[in-house]
Nanobody
Framework: QVKLVESGGGLVQAGGSLRLSCAAS????????AGWFRQAPGKEREFVAA????????YYADSVKGRFTISRDNANNRVYLLMNSLKPEDTAVYYC??????????????????WGQGTQVTVSS
């Protein structure tokens, strides 16, 4: 089992930046793909960004491409999401996720094995 704990959320003005961190514990985290999802009030959870086990291959939702950067530090079992040029529509609870065999996408949300508890990001206009 892998336990995921997010941190780094908060309140920021539009145009600002935040860096989310996901700490993983348990089984060898470098065997897992990892990523970030978000869920805004009244909306479904959606994919934001993901990386393969090495961190060399990354994927982004179109809505965050060019503004968000995902990275990972396998030596310290961490995954990060750097969010720049934040917009009010980025307001949501952000969740860290990990899985060994399931691709991390919006469509595969029901199949993903490991989730964190979420961290709130609020962007004011």
């Amino acid at each position: 089992q892998v336990k995921l704990v997010e941190s780094g959320g908060g309140l920021v003005q539009a145009g600002g930046s935040l860096r989310l961190s996901c700490a993983a514990s348990g089984r060898a985290f470098d065997n897992y793909g990892a990523g970030w999802f978000r869920q805004a009030p009244g909306k479904e959870r959606e994919f934001v960004a993901a990386t393969d086990w090495s961190g060399h291959t990354t994927y982004y939702a179109d809505s965050v491409k060019g503004r968000f950067t995902i990275s990972r530090d396998n030596a310290n079992n961490r995954v990060y999401l750097l969010m720049n040029s934040l917009k009010p529509e980025d307001t949501a609870v952000y969740y860290c996720a990990a899985d060994q065999g399931v691709p991390l996408t919006t469509a595969t949300i029901p199949l993903i094995s490991h989730w964190g508890q979420g961290t709130q990001v609020t962007v004011s206009s």
